[in-house]
């Protein structure tokens, strides 16, 4: 039972990479350290795999000193995990508005050919048939509107032109009204629900590894004495 935690390991490795393949377009845009939390989940799942290894290690050895170095480093991870998920519920309000202001800048550095920035734009808003922050008439004050019109990933069809898409009027027949700001938080809040609840399994888990790890080394102590 003490090799428990190496199944959570496992679990958050798997959301890790998860997050790599399908949310790393939403965290670059969130901010300059955003596309590295997939590897920071990716990361702690593979130090849990390795301390799942070592407490079966250590069960298996009955090592008293090794099951209790095993129950710390759980504890610290607990602990750190705890204060993680605390932070970002606090701040959830203020990392919403840091998204919606990078994704603003992204829009009005928008250019042709595209930069990292400029095709997250254009994955999100063809992913989720979004144009614009709060809806397609944000793009009238970017330069790229003002020389280009909407960019072609606004377009609800494959055969906007370039007149339709620079004028407002015509475009909003053409091209996506919702806003991506609340389309993304949308997503996202979908998706770290799912994360949440993962989390959560994860955080007993590793509780009830640390419960065992010291009830064994316990156990064994006691053993000992006796057989003295």
Not at 10 to 27: A, C, P, T
Not at 52 to 74: D, E, N, P, Q, V
Request: with cysteine.
């Amino acid at each position: 039972m003490s090799c428990a935690p190496w199944f959570t390991g496992v679990i958050l490795l798997g959301v890790g990479v998860w997050g790599k393949v399908s949310l790393e377009v939403y965290f670059s845009l969130l901010n300059e350290q955003g596309t590295k939390v997939p590897y920071v989940l990716i990361g702690t799942g593979t130090v849990i795999i390795l301390l799942g290894t070592f407490g079966c290690f250590a069960t298996c050895r009955g090592s008293t000193w090794m099951l209790k170095l095993y129950a710390m480093f759980l504890t610290i991870i607990f602990l750190v995990e705890l204060v993680a998920a605390i932070v970002g519920f606090v701040f959830r309000h203020e990392i919403k508005s840091s998204f919606k202001m990078s994704y603003k800048k992204a829009q009005d550095d928008y250019r042709d050919p595209p930069d990292a920035s400029s095709k997250a734009v254009d994955t999100i808003q063809r992913k989720l048939h979004c144009c614009g922050v709060n809806n397609f008439t944000d793009w009238a004050s970017s330069q790229y509107f003002r020389e280009n019109g909407l960019p072609h990933s606004c377009c609800k069809f494959a055969n906007c032109t370039k007149d339709e898409l620079k004028n407002m009027t015509v475009a909003e027949g053409k091209v996506f009204n919702q806003g991506c700001f609340a389309s993304v938080t949308t997503v996202m809040e979908s998706n770290m629900g799912v994360v949440a609840g993962i989390s959560f399994g994860i955080a007993c888990f590793q509780l009830i590894g640390i419960f065992l790890a010291c009830c064994l080394s316990r156990y064994i102590t006691n053993n000992q004495y006796e057989m003295v």
